[in-house]
């Protein structure tokens, strides 16, 4: 893992400065400098050659969502954007998602000083993966989008059940993949690392633009085709409890190993349950699924990694392919189709 050479692009100079302190404060992180507007960091880029961005949303002058379409355009860097907590906000990230940023992380602007200092303590680690991150050419999505729809119209479910697993990089992988879901999709849950807020936002795009249904994970709601559950709650874990048909169980539990929803815990209750199942874990921080993907793959299930390659974070495929729990690796343009055919009758 490379250090993080970070330019701080915002017009505060109370934020640029206390942007700038926390992550100097980060193992591996140096700030090269910052700037206070696009024009001003235009120039920095090219003097300072930084390896990621931190980028305000709201600046005067070109805003920055317009900056970040110019950078993904012209010359694409890792970004991170900075943006309120609001739901104004969650669109505006989406936006920037759509557009190529490797995350957008919460300004915690009325937070009490103990929120403060944990929600900023994120910020070094996540500009730390972001400076080693994969930024991918998104040229081509379209017309594979269009042949992918093609293909899911002559989807026949075989009984199989799909979970996904997915943290920083998630919301742009699950993107480009549920776009080829059919309207008649498996039963499918995912585990995401999200701030919830954000998550909420997505889950309404998602069920306004798919043909199939999305709705946030439910305790106690049944697995059935047509319908994806999305579990983002932070202060509670997902399983899946066996029955005709199977249902989701929501846990108030402590993290496991950190991580809550915790993968590992969705991934081992299906392996446990002997639910006929597709597991996928995709792009993400941390290792959390690989251990529950490895009991999903020894339980004689197909389990798929996102070919780390393809993955803008690649800790946690690298994590579960380590120790054996990926059945197969796929890059990221092709794992949609590859889950989806293991579901096909046909």
């Not at 193992?27 to 120039?43: L, M, Y």
């Not at 081992?268 to 597991?279: F, T, W, Y």
């Not at 921080?285 to 793959?297: F, T």
């Amino acid at each position: 893992m490379h250090e993080a050479r970070v330019l701080v692009v915002d017009d505060s100079a109370a934020m640029r400065a206390l942007f700038s302190d926390i992550l100097d404060q980060t193992k591996n992180v140096v700030v090269v400098g910052a700037a206070a507007n696009a024009a001003d960091a235009r120039e920095r880029i090219a003097d300072l050659k930084p390896n990621v961005i931190t980028l305000d949303v709201e600046m005067p002058g070109m805003s920055g969502i317009e900056f970040l379409e110019e950078i993904m355009g012209s010359n694409p860097l890792p970004v991170v954007m900075l943006s309120s907590l609001t739901q104004a906000g969650t669109e505006t990230s989406l936006k920037a998602f759509e557009l190529g940023a490797v995350e957008c992380f919460p300004k915690p602007l009325k937070a009490t000083p103990e929120q403060f200092a944990k929600t900023v303590g994120k910020l070094g680690k996540i500009v730390l993966a972001a400076a080693n991150s994969n930024v991918r050419d998104r040229s081509k999505q379209q017309a594979k989008r269009e042949a992918a729809a093609a293909e899911a119209a002559k989807f026949t479910w075989n009984g199989r059940f799909v979970a996904f697993s997915a943290s920083m990089g998630g919301i742009d992988a699950l993107t480009t993949i549920l776009a080829e879901w059919p309207d008649e999709c498996p039963p499918t849950v995912i585990c995401l690392q999200a701030e919830p807020m954000l998550a909420e936002t997505f889950i309404k795009r998602l069920d306004t633009d798919l043909g199939c249904s999305v709705k946030i994970a439910r305790d106690g709601a049944a697995l059935a085709q047509g319908t994806i559950h999305i579990a983002a709650d932070p202060d509670r874990h997902v399983v899946i409890e066996p029955g005709q048909p199977p249902k989701i169980r929501l846990m108030e539990r402590e993290p496991v190993e950190g991580s809550r929803p915790s993968a590992n815990l969705l991934y081992g209750s299906i392996a446990r349950a002997g639910i006929p199942a597709v597991g996928a874990l995709l792009t993400g921080m941390g290792n959390d699924g690989a251990k529950g993907l490895k009991l999903l793959h020894d339980s004689g299930m197909d389990t798929i990694v996102q070919d780390p390659k393809s993955a803008l974070v690649s800790e946690a495929p690298s994590a579960a392919i380590e120790i054996g729990a990926a059945g197969r690796q796929i890059a990221l343009d092709d794992l949609g189709a590859a889950v989806i055919g293991l579901c096909n009758q046909s």
